[in-house]
């Protein structure tokens, strides 16, 4: 009786024990997400790149963006030059991977988009470090953005075309490029 009791008692305490170890674990993967995101609205990537694997994908529907840390530095700083910030709507840990409903808004989102997007992401994390961004809902205007990009990139290529092919340069000299287009074509619309 007393060998069955201690048995009981044993088993019930690792069951403890590998509940608190679970629950820690999810509870590492969500701050771990958070502090990524806290750490994107400070443009702080020397913190950020700790958060990260030695690669890191980015997927929005069947588009998986690649990146080696250098590259996804260079990632960074184009779209650090449009001042994103992030709020996290909804954080949850599904299956070892986080679920995040999340806003992002900067300058390039307001002028092409006129208003936040919400997207709905699930983030995978490989030996404590996120590896995959995984876009898989997103709240935008599509048929708005790309009216006013493919208006914007014809008036840039016709009125300012040092400035033509701002849009497919991922460089920081290419955001602050397409700043500029950005500026230029508002002053336009502004005007006429």
């Not at 690649?66 to 700083?77: I, L, T």
């Amino acid at each position: 009786m007393i060998k069955l009791k201690t048995l009981l008692s044993f088993v019930i305490l690792c069951a403890f024990f590998f509940s608190l170890g679970s629950c820690s674990r999810k509870n590492h993967n969500t701050q771990l997400v958070q502090n990524y995101y806290n750490q994107l609205n400070q443009s702080n990537y020397l913190e950020l790149s700790k958060l990260i694997g030695d690669s890191i994908t980015i997927s929005e529907g069947d588009y998986n963006m690649n990146y080696s840390k250098d590259d996804y530095y260079k990632h960074f700083q184009w779209d650090s030059v449009f001042s994103p910030k992030y709020e996290l709507l909804e954080v949850k840990e599904i299956d070892k991977k986080v679920v995040i409903r999340v806003s992002k808004i900067c300058t390039r989102i307001k002028f092409l988009n006129e208003k936040t997007i919400i997207s709905k992401e699930v983030i995978e994390i490989k030996n404590q470090k996120i590896s995959k961004i995984k876009n898989i809902e997103m709240d935008s205007d599509f048929k708005l953005w790309n009216s006013k990009k493919s208006e914007m990139v014809t008036w840039i290529k016709k009125n300012h075309p040092e400035l033509d092919g701002f849009m497919y340069d991922q460089t920081k000299t290419g955001a602050q490029n397409y700043l500029k287009a950005m500026a230029l074509f508002k002053e336009f619309k502004d005007i006429n």
